[in-house]
């Protein structure tokens, strides 16, 4: 049996009637660009955040590089990130003219790690992104205590966490509520995906929420009228049709995702060569992705995929020894946590729709292969 890494058409097929009866109302008022469908996700979006303001754009990265930009970085200005992560996230903070600064992550949770972050602080740092990964949320409490103590900005890139609680001092607080600014993606594959390129950003923050809807339109309020230079990063009506019709079933998508990942846990408990996610115990995971640390990781993935099993490497090369970052002076051996995590991370198939016998033929390969 073939199990893809993800299925996109198995969820198309329950919501089917659903997505395009709201597209065709789009369709048929011909309201493209900022039609009512945009506002009424950027309030479901900002609701689900507990945040005030919710700013749709055009993609998860540029809701990293507008607030990066409201931020004016000049390029000896630092912001501090995970070296373990999507690209986007640093190629947002050169382009919104500043320098990334890359630190390691906790071995358990690939998280951004509170103490390699407090270490790299400098008087030209301006700003911290912790990024929620794999839909785990970050160590927020320790890193808004760093933040405050140094006045930076912490923008969260919750690119793969959207509805990720954690429970802080007693009660539960989901991503997107405490930070400054925090960024969402709804690229086709995230937990809520759009049938194309989208992003949101949320705050509670009014002046950078109104800073941000002029950023996205040209840096003008008012048309015509431009107080500074924008760019071109709405979020296309089309897709907010799309988006609040799926947002209904993320709750329970994102509870399916749990459940199968508890039932992978079981399964593999015991077998010597993997580890298993660690979920931290104050955070409610969202499982976007569900990442095994795997001995001979190369060899498992080649056996995977001859089997016909999907699975991936998120990431195999750490930023920090990505090419386009080498002027940056980062040599091997510099984030050793982040370098092991690329040599033994493996995802496996997770999406929400997934089959029991789906989930045994995996387990099965990945057995196989350890015995
Ligand atoms: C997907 C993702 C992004 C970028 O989102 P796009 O919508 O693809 O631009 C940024 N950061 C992380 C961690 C992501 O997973």
Redesign the pocket.
């Known amino acids: 049996m073939n199990v893809p890494l993800l299925d996109l058409v198995a969820q198309y097929r329950t919501i089917k009637d659903e997505v395009w009866s709201a597209l065709q109302r789009v369709v048929e008022s011909q309201q493209f660009i900022m039609g009512p469908a945009v506002p009424q996700l950027e309030t479901a979006v900002a609701q689900l955040s507990h945040a005030r303001h919710g700013v749709g754009c055009a993609?998860?990265?540029?809701?990293?590089l507008l607030p990066l930009k409201a931020l004016n970085l000049k390029p000896a200005d630092e912001v501090i990130t995970s070296s373990f992560?999507?690209f986007?996230?640093a190629g947002?903070i050169h382009n919104a003219g500043g320098t990334p600064v890359f630190v390691d992550i906790e071995a358990d949770t690939f998280n951004i790690d509170p103490e390699t972050v407090e270490a790299a602080i400098t008087p030209r740092t301006r700003a911290i992104v912790p990024?929620h990964?794999f839909g785990q949320m970050a160590n927020m409490e320790r890193l808004l205590a760093i933040a405050r103590r140094h006045g930076l900005k912490v923008i969260e890139?919750a690119?793969?966490a959207i509805g990720a609680r954690r429970s802080i001092d007693g009660e539960w607080r989901v991503a997107g509520e405490l930070g400054w600014v925090t960024?969402y993606?709804?690229?086709p594959s995230?937990n809520l995906g759009a049938w194309g390129?989208?992003?949101m950003i949320v705050t509670s923050d009014d002046a950078v929420a109104e800073r941000l809807r002029r950023l996205r339109l040209h840096g003008g309020a008012k048309q015509y009228h431009h107080e500074e230079i924008g760019t071109n990063s709405r979020l296309d009506t089309l897709q907010a049709a799309v988006l609040l019709a799926k947002l209904p079933h993320l709750a329970a998508w994102s509870g399916k995702r749990r459940e199968h990942a508890a039932y992978y846990s079981k399964a593999f408990a015991g077998l010597r060569g993997v580890t298993t996610p660690v979920v931290e115990r104050a955070n409610e995971h969202i499982f976007?992705q569900y990442t095994l640390r795997a001995e001979r990781r190369d060899e498992l993935l080649a056996h995977l995929k001859a089997k016909g099993i999907g699975c991936a490497v998120y990431y195999p090369i750490p930023l920090h020894r990505q090419e386009c970052f080498a002027a940056l002076g980062y040599k091997e051996g510099r984030l050793p946590v982040s370098e092991r995590a690329a040599r033994e991370v493996l995802s496996l198939p997770i999406f929400p729709e997934l089959t029991r016998e789906q989930m045994d033929t995996v387990v099965g390969a990945v057995r196989e292969f350890y015995r």
């Open positions: 993609s998860g990265t540029d809701a990293l992560t999507f986007a996230t947002a990024v990964l890139d690119c793969q960024a993606s709804f690229f995230k390129d989208a992003g976007h």
